[in-house]
Each structure stands twice: as structure tokens, then as C-alpha cells.
């Protein structure tokens, strides 16, 4: 299946923990990106990749950090989980920069 | 601040009639504008798009219309069937920057298309 895929899809963790999620697609898109879908729904940028290059980091704490070890790879590592980051997180690539926009499953993270 | 808005957080009609979604933005610099479908636990999928160089794209039962004076697209599905029931979200891109074509995006319509 040619995709966007995010692991894990839930994510219960306590406060002041570390976590990752995982994100690949196998579509051969160059730009990758994350997504927040926070309490009120709103999908907010956090970061965009393309070709391994940040692009974009749209005022995120530094706690959150995006890594790419190639472009078919985004992964996002939190460090120090605070309640409000509670939220679903979704990956996402495009070839054509806006055009073409494919969205991963989403990951739903629950710091307690 | 959001760039784009959608008014309505809800939406009901019954099947066979027409859904139509609303969506406003405040940023003249956009010049392409997309509506993604949403069901639960799923991420949203493209619907379709439009140009800012067009005010309609049709794709089926999907129609799209921009008006670029009031900043305003609307989104048309006739007619509406119960598989359109999900949330609808409306975006927004400026082509021509070059910081990575991000999409800003609207809080989204949950549109329940009643049998």
C-alpha cells in the first residue's frame, strides 16, 4: 500500500517523559511535514522537511525535535511531555509543495 | 490569529438535498485553497481544490467556489449522500513562498448527512 503511515496510533505517557512517533511514507515525496490537531481542531504546521532539510518550524518549543534520516522519514521526538501536548499529531508529504498533500492516520497523544 | 476561518462547527441535511460549507480567510496572499474530508480516527483526505485564478472547480458531486473580493470559497456536494457524513476542512497555501508550502487550515465542519 503506498502511504503515509504513523506509528504508534495511540500514545498514553505520563509527564515528563520522552517520546517518539514515527512517520514514513513510500509515496517518493520530497517535503514532509507534522501537523497539530489541537483541543479546539484546528491543524496547526509544526515542522517541514524536504529532502532531509528543515524548512519550517513554526514556534514549537524546542522540546519538540523532527528528525529525518532520509526523505522517506520524519520522526518526531518530544522531550519532557508537558499536559498540553496533548493532541493528535499527523504526519504528512507532498511532491509539488501544496499539491498533492497525503496525510498519515495520526497519532493521538495523552500525557497524564 | 486564523488566517481561515470556518463558521460553522456543524452541519445537517438530508440525503438527496444539498451541503453546502463555508469557509472565509483573511490572507490575500493566498492563491490555492483546498477542502479536506475527515472521518474519526482517520487523517484527512484531499477533496478537492481551486486556484485562486478560477472562481469554480468541479469534480463530480463536488463543486467549489471561490470569491476572491470577499475572501470567501464555499464548498457544494449535491447530492448529499450518508458516506459524505464526516468533518470538512477547509485550506489554504501561498504558492509563491518559497518557506515550504504549508497549509493553514480552518477548525472544520462536522457535516451529518441524515438517511
Known amino acids: 500500500d503506498t502511504a503515509v503511515s504513523q506509528t504508534p496510533k495511540y500514545l498514553v505517557t505520563q509527564m515528563g517523559n520522552d517520546k517518539s512517533i514515527k512517520c514514513e511514507q513510500n509515496?517518493?515525496?520530497?517535503?514532509m511535514y507534522w501537523y497539530k490537531q489541537d483541543s479546539k481542531k484546528f491543524l496547526k504546521i509544526m515542522f517541514s522537511y524536504n529532502n532531509k532539510e528543515l524548512i519550517i518550524n513554526e514556534t514549537v518549543p524546542n522540546r519538540f525535535s523532527p528528525k529525518s534520516p532520509d526523505k522517506a522519514h520524519l520522526n518526531l521526538h518530544i522531550n519532557s511531555l508537558e499536559l498540553g501536548d496533548s493532541a493528535v499529531y499527523f504526519c504528512a508529504s507532498s511532491q509539488d509543495g501544496a499539491y498533492g498533500y497525503t496525510f498519515g492516520s495520526g497519532t493521538r497523544l495523552t500525557v497524564v | 490569529d486564523q488566517q481561515v476561518k470556518q463558521n460553522s462547527p456543524s452541519l445537517s441535511v438530508q440525503e438527496g438535498r444539498i451541503s453546502i460549507l463555508n469557509c472565509d480567510y483573511t490572507n490575500s496572499m493566498f492563491d490555492y485553497f483546498l477542502w479536506y474530508k475527515k472521518y474519526p480516527a482517520e487523517g484527512p483526505t484531499f477533496l478537492i481544490s481551486?486556484?485562486?485564478?478560477?472562481d469554480k472547480n468541479e469534480d463530480g458531486r463536488f463543486t467549489v467556489f471561490l470569491n476572491k473580493s470577499a475572501k470567501h470559497l464555499s464548498l457544494h456536494i449535491v447530492p448529499s449522500q450518508p458516506g459524505d457524513s464526516a468533518v470538512y476542512f477547509c485550506?489554504?497555501?501561498?504558492?509563491?513562498?518559497?518557506?515550504?508550502?504549508?497549509?493553514?487550515f480552518g477548525g472544520g465542519t462536522r457535516l451529518m448527512v441524515k438517511p
Open positions: 509515496l517518493g515525496h520530497d517535503t
Open positions: 481551486i486556484s485562486s485564478i478560477k
Open positions: 485550506a489554504a497555501s501561498d504558492l509563491r513562498d518559497n518557506a515550504g508550502n504549508m497549509l493553514t
